[in-house]
Every structure is written in structure tokens, then in C-alpha cells.
């Protein structure tokens, strides 16, 4: 275990390897292959391409509408940090959310803006190129009722940074932080560890971090446990209202890039009860929802 500076998060005890790395690199990183790019085999940029691209994630990561509860911020004001492709962007438009949607990558926005369009959702959605380190700058703090982070802060050197600037947006009461992170000790970060390090546990945060997305070669990944990320939270004056794991992926890569979906071994062998309880303890997604010290949970 590495040593943790006087003011590092609690969270990033297990693992403070990646603070050097330069934003510019993870730019780079994301604009090459903005995250999902290649979640259909339709012409990029088209409105089948795009239908295609929210079918196969809510297929494969079918727990998300269920976390973000896109009807429920119906009328309501909505800041993403990190919206990628747009996918749930776009989702909490089609509820009726008015939204803030940021990201760092170029490439990803410019697929998000026209895909809004495409869908008439362009005047529900404002869209930030901004590093969320420096959100503020980027963004006016204001009031929303969600902000919402889905895979994204575990990318960036410096998430603590990122968790501190979100906090400048829970200016009023019952405002909700929804955020999910890669969750450490998931059946992912084991796999990973035992094919690509051999079982070398202390390569954890190196291997993981190469190996964590499609595109090979990330630069950032963090990952942690539900106490860390708890202790991080609280540490940052938010209260936890809700924590999970939940995603395993089953299918074979050879057959998934063909946009097939066989299971491989062992999970063509798991019965669906089982298989959702073991997503439940081994899962990739560690989902939180949390509200600001001082305010009470949003009422539904």
C-alpha cells in the first residue's frame, strides 16, 4: 500500500499512482475513441447509428435507467460531468430535465451535439467542453436538483479535485449527487489482475488502468471499495444515501465486437438468479447516491 499525502482523499490510500499523469493525455485518450464509439456497425453520426448505440448500453448495462431514474427529474435541472456520446444525456432531455452536459473530450461532444439534434433535444441541453478539475471555471455554480457522473471521475488524475468542484453545485436543499465508480474488488479487477499480471496483485492499479475500457492503454483508472468511497464522500460533506455494485459482463469478446451476445464460460453456466447475485458482490459499477451534508435526501 502506498503512502497517502496529508491531502489526499481517503479514497485514493490504495492507490495514488496516476496524479502525474497529464490531463492532456487523458484528453487525447477520449478523443481518439470517445467511450461506446463503436457500440454500432451504422454510419457514425446517424440517427440509426445513435438508436443503436442506446440499445446495446442499456442491453449490456440494463441496471443504468434503473440508477438514474431519468422521469424522476422531469422539469427539473440536471449538471453531467462526463456525458460522453450523450446516451443518458439524452434520456433525461426526453424526460423533460433541462441539462448541463460536460465533458473533456472534443470528439464526444461534437457526436453528443449532433445527436441532440437529431432528436430535437437540442434546446433542453447546453453543452461545456470543460476539465471537471476545474468545473467552476467551466460552469457557474447554481442550483440543480441531480448532479450525475456516470463512469467518468475515475478517469482523472485528480478526481478528489473533481468531488470538491461538484460540491460548489449543491447550492440549495435536496439537491442529489448520483456517481458511479469502478468498484475494486470486482470480478473485472480479478480477471484482469490473473490474465494480464499473472495473480502480481500489487500491479493492480497498473494493469487495471491498461485494460479497464475497450480501447486498451487508458491512462487514468481508479478504482475503489464501498468504505473508501464512503469515507471520501463524507470527507467532501456529503451524506450517503444509497451504495450497490451491480455489472458483470458475460459475453465473449470475439463475439461481442461482432455485436453477437454469447456468453462465455463461466457465465453461460449460471443460472439468472445467480448470476444477478453475484453481479450484486462482484459487480464493475460501485453506484452511489448522496445528498450534502446539511440538507435532507430529495424526496421522490
Same mark, same amino acid.
Given at each position: *500500500?502506498? &503512502?497517502?499525502?496529508?491531502?489526499?482523499?481517503?479514497?485514493?490510500?490504495?492507490?495514488?499512482?496516476?496524479?502525474? @499523469?497529464?490531463?492532456?493525455?487523458?484528453?487525447?485518450?477520449?478523443?481518439?475513441?470517445?467511450?461506446?464509439?463503436?457500440? !454500432?456497425?451504422?454510419?457514425?453520426?446517424? #440517427?440509426? +447509428?445513435?438508436?443503436?448505440?442506446?440499445?446495446?448500453?442499456?442491453?449490456?448495462? &440494463?441496471?443504468?435507467?434503473?440508477?438514474?431514474?431519468?422521469?424522476?427529474?422531469?422539469?427539473?435541472?440536471?449538471?453531467?460531468?462526463?456525458?460522453?456520446?450523450?446516451?443518458? @444525456? *439524452?434520456?433525461?432531455?426526453? &424526460? %423533460?430535465?433541462?441539462?448541463?452536459?460536460?465533458?473533456?473530450?472534443?470528439?464526444?461532444?461534437?457526436?453528443?451535439?449532433?445527436?441532440?439534434?437529431?432528436?430535437?433535444?437540442?434546446?433542453?441541453?447546453?453543452?461545456?467542453?470543460?476539465?471537471?478539475? #476545474?468545473?467552476?471555471?467551466?460552469?457557474?455554480?447554481?442550483?440543480?436538483?441531480?448532479?450525475? !457522473?456516470?463512469?467518468?471521475?475515475?478517469?482523472?488524475?485528480?478526481?478528489?479535485?473533481?468531488?470538491?468542484?461538484? #460540491?460548489?453545485?449543491? @447550492?440549495?436543499?435536496?439537491?442529489?449527487?448520483?456517481? *458511479?465508480?469502478?468498484?475494486?474488488?470486482?470480478?473485472?479487477?480479478?480477471?484482469?489482475?490473473?490474465?494480464?499480471? +499473472?495473480?502480481?496483485?500489487?500491479?493492480? =492499479?497498473?494493469?487495471?488502468?491498461?485494460?479497464?475500457?475497450?480501447?486498451? %492503454?487508458?491512462?487514468?483508472?481508479?478504482?475503489?471499495?464501498?468504505?473508501?468511497?464512503?469515507?471520501?464522500?463524507? &470527507?467532501? =460533506?456529503?451524506?450517503?444515501?444509497?451504495?450497490?455494485?451491480?455489472?458483470?459482463?458475460?459475453?465473449?469478446?470475439? =463475439?461481442?465486437?461482432?455485436?453477437?451476445?454469447?456468453?462465455?464460460?463461466?457465465?453461460? *453456466?449460471?443460472?439468472?438468479?445467480?448470476?444477478?447475485?453475484?453481479?450484486?458482490?462482484?459487480?464493475?459499477?460501485?453506484?452511489?447516491?448522496?445528498?450534502?451534508?446539511?440538507?435532507?435526501?430529495?424526496? #421522490?
Amino acid at each position: *500500500m502506498l &503512502a497517502r499525502p496529508a491531502d489526499m482523499s481517503p479514497a485514493i490510500t490504495e492507490h495514488a499512482t496516476f496524479g502525474e @499523469t497529464s490531463l492532456e493525455r487523458v484528453r487525447e485518450y477520449w478523443n481518439r475513441r470517445p467511450c461506446n464509439l463503436r457500440h !454500432s456497425a451504422a454510419p457514425v453520426g446517424t #440517427r440509426e +447509428y445513435f438508436e443503436q448505440v442506446e440499445a446495446r448500453k442499456y442491453f449490456v448495462e &440494463a441496471h443504468i435507467p434503473g440508477f438514474a431514474e431519468f422521469d424522476r427529474w422531469a422539469g427539473k435541472r440536471v449538471l453531467e460531468v462526463g456525458c460522453g456520446l450523450g446516451t443518458d @444525456t *439524452m434520456n433525461f432531455a426526453r &424526460a %423533460g430535465a433541462q441539462v448541463t452536459a460536460v465533458d473533456l473530450s472534443s470528439a464526444s461532444l461534437a457526436l453528443a451535439r449532433t445527436r441532440a439534434e437529431i432528436f430535437g433535444l437540442q434546446d433542453r441541453i447546453t453543452f461545456v467542453e470543460a476539465n471537471a478539475e #476545474r468545473l467552476s471555471e467551466f460552469v457557474e455554480p447554481a442550483h440543480y436538483d441531480l448532479v450525475y !457522473s456516470f463512469g467518468v471521475i475515475h478517469h482523472t488524475p485528480h478526481p478528489e479535485r473533481v468531488l470538491e468542484q461538484i #460540491r460548489r453545485f449543491f @447550492t440549495g436543499p435536496q439537491t442529489t449527487l448520483k456517481m *458511479m465508480v469502478y468498484y475494486r474488488w470486482s470480478w473485472k479487477v480479478f480477471a484482469i489482475v490473473l490474465q494480464e499480471a +499473472y495473480g502480481a496483485f500489487w500491479r493492480l =492499479d497498473e494493469v487495471v488502468a491498461r485494460n479497464s475500457e475497450a480501447q486498451t %492503454g487508458c491512462p487514468v483508472t481508479y478504482t475503489y471499495t464501498k468504505t473508501s468511497l464512503r469515507q471520501w464522500l463524507e &470527507a467532501t =460533506d456529503f451524506a450517503v444515501d444509497d451504495i450497490f455494485v451491480d455489472h458483470i459482463f458475460p459475453y465473449r469478446v470475439a =463475439d461481442y465486437v461482432q455485436y453477437r451476445y454469447v456468453k462465455g464460460f463461466p457465465f453461460n *453456466m449460471i443460472p439468472g438468479p445467480v448470476m444477478r447475485a453475484l453481479e450484486r458482490r462482484l459487480g464493475w459499477h460501485l453506484c452511489v447516491t448522496a445528498h450534502a451534508v446539511g440538507s435532507a435526501p430529495a424526496s #421522490r
